[in-house]
Every structure is written in structure tokens, then in C-alpha cells.
């Protein structure tokens, strides 16, 4: 039974984002955009504070938009299990430049540390293999954060990662959360006006 | 299918499609349904549209968020037992103001022969219109095109979350027994 692992959450985000360039990142609901925040907020981060289950679908959005960027979807094991269909409908899609990497405690850690079910037995990655993903990697190893993140970069095929981190709650960094900021900040790095 | 216009150039299912494109929109994602039939052949016959299959409404709020995020205009095509579907992640265009274009095939609500669909159905225009959507209703085919066009404009131009429903006695009733 899977529970989780030992890496820590935001040494491996830390690795992902670092030298990221030209990358467009959106995180789900909780802890994992806490640790993008801790990593440097950025005006190319589009952190959800609600609409849990969407992260991977905003992303995909996103990466059809933009194929000539990086879109990576930086997101926990509860948030992606509540929208769990949306691994089907992004292996339809299947777009070069978007990885989804899943921080998996195997927990839900920001209502109190629940079991959830990637730590009764749910593995994602396998999940994701299931559909079709051309890319599945299930990553234990911190040496393998660095060999993901060049991949994110190279936008050669649709990847989803599960990395196997520790259950603990590093102190909270929060973004902000004015929604409207946050969108039309990202929309104008890239060039986008507001309506 | 009851299909008293057809003969009328364009009619109102191709009309929806005309006014998705003049509108600029590059994304059709949906959920089938009979009512969204002639908009989703076209979508999928145009190399120039992204045309994408859910498996449950909500995912589309989600997809067309970061469409926009990324300067791309879209539409979300559903039937109205979906509206249930979408109503948590209504807080995504409610709280980031994401233009929102959604059309929303009616069941339930006239010559219904499956009751399971009235709840909802009933239910799906008061439901949007609690979660902040702006809404129009209409079964006159002469009303889709003009619907659909302002609901274009007050979504990408006003920031809105827009839907257009229409009824059923515009899409006709659906036979059970051939």
C-alpha cells in the first residue's frame, strides 16, 4: 500500500521551478501553492484558491493556448482525485507542452492529514497510464526532480508525474488571492490586455 | 427529432456555431447532447477549432479559465442536467471574473417523457442565476442568433459568465419510441 513518501515538498518544487524561463505554472487548491509561493511568486503563476478538481483542466486550457510555452500543473493528490475525470479527457487531447505532477502525501494535509485514497491504495500514475499518457513517471528519488524538470521544458510529450512526498505541513506561504489580480497579471506578462 | 425549420438558411443549430465564430471563439468544449448535435460536427470538421469531449461539465469552467489565461476565447455546450454539474466551480469566473459563454440544451421543462430530468431541469436557470451567471431563455428559433450574440459580447468584452438556454420546444421532443 502507497502512502505517500519521504521527499520534501518544497525542495522538489524548489528543483521544478528553478531556471523556468519561459514556463507558465497553475496550482490546485492548498498546499502545493503554498510551496510555489515559497518558491518566488511570479507573474506567469496562476495559484487557485477554490474550484478544487480544476487545476489539470486550467492547465489544459492553457496549453492549448499557448503550445509554444511550457504549462506545468503543480497540484496535490486530493485536488486531482476530485476531478479525476479530467485525466481522461486531457489523454484525448494529449498536448506536447503540458505536465501535470501530482505532490502525493497520500493525505488530505490542509483539513487535518485524513487518509485520502492515494494512501489506501490509489496510484495516479497508473491511473494516467491507464489513459493512454504517453509520459508517467512515479518518482521517489529527489535525483529525478532535475531530469523532470528538463523534460517540462522540452514540451515533447504529455507527461503526469507523482512524486512521493512526505505527509508533513511546511509553514504556510500564501499567495495572493484576489482572483481578478492574479489573472490579469499573468494575462499581461504574456501580453494580453485587460477587457 | 422535430425539425420544422430546416428548411430556413441558417438555421438556428447552425446559427449557433456562425455566432461561436464570428465571436472569435477558438474552443468548443461539451458534453453531447442531441440539441448541441450540428454545433459539435462543425466543431470537429473546423481545423481551426479546438473541440474538446468532457466527461462532466464542471471541467469545462476549468479548461476555458485557462484558454482565457492564455488569450484564447472559448464555449462550453451542455445539456441542462450539467448545470448541476458546474455549480462549485462557478466560483472560478464568479471570484477571477473569467468570461464564461456557456449553451445549455433545455430538457425537463416541456414535453419531458423521462420525469428524472425535471429536477434538474427545473432547477437549472435559478441555479445559474444563484451562482452569478447572467441567463436568457428562449423556444423562438429567430432568438437564438441575437441571444448568443449578446451573451458573446457581455462575456469577452464585460468579463461575464453568460448563458443562453434553449428550450425545448425549440429543440423538439425527443421520440422514445420509433
Partial sequence: MSSGGALDRRAVVAGLLRDRGDLLVVTGLGSA???????GDHDLNYYLWGAMGSAAMVG??????????PVLVLTGDGELLMGFGALATIALR???????VVLDNGHYGE????????GQGIEISRVAEACGFPRVDLIARMEAIETLRRRIHAREALALATVKIAAENPPRVLPPRDAIH?????????????A | MASA???????????VYDVLKQAGVKHVVYVPDA?????????????????????????????LAGAWLGGDRGALLMQSSGVGNCINMLALPASARFPLLMVVTMRGDWAEFNQWQNPMGQ?????????????????????????????ATMAFSGDCACAVLLGQRLIGEKEWVK
Wanted: glycine letters at 8%; proline letters at 6%; hydrophobic letters at 40%.
Fill in chain 1, 60 to 69: 489544459l486550457g492553457l496549453a492549448a493556448a499557448r503550445p509554444d510555452r
Fill in chain 1, 111 to 118: 483539513t487535518g492529514m485524513q487518509p485520502s485514497h492515494t
Fill in chain 2, 35 to 63: 440539441g448541441h448535435a450540428t454545433a459539435i460536427e462543425r466543431a470537429n470538421a473546423d481545423a481551426g477549432m479546438h473541440s474538446v469531449v468532457l466527461t462532466t461539465e464542471e471541467e469545462g469552467i476549468g479548461y
Fill in chain 1, 182 to 194: 492574479v489573472k490579469n497579471r499573468f494575462r499581461l506578462a504574456l501580453g494580453l490586455a485587460p
Fill in chain 2, 123 to 151: 432547477a437549472a436557470e435559478a441555479a445559474l442565476r444563484l451562482m452569478g451567471v447572467l441567463t436568457w431563455r428562449t423556444d423562438d428559433p429567430k432568438d437564438v442568433g441575437p441571444l448568443l450574440r449578446g451573451a
Fill in chain 1, 94 to 100: 494529449r498536448p506536447r507542452n503540458l505536465s501535470i
Fill in chain 2, 5 to 15: 425549420d430546416a428548411a430556413e438558411a441558417p438555421s438556428w443549430r447552425d446559427e
Fill in chain 1, 33 to 39: 501553492s503554498y510551496d510555489v509561493m515559497a518558491a
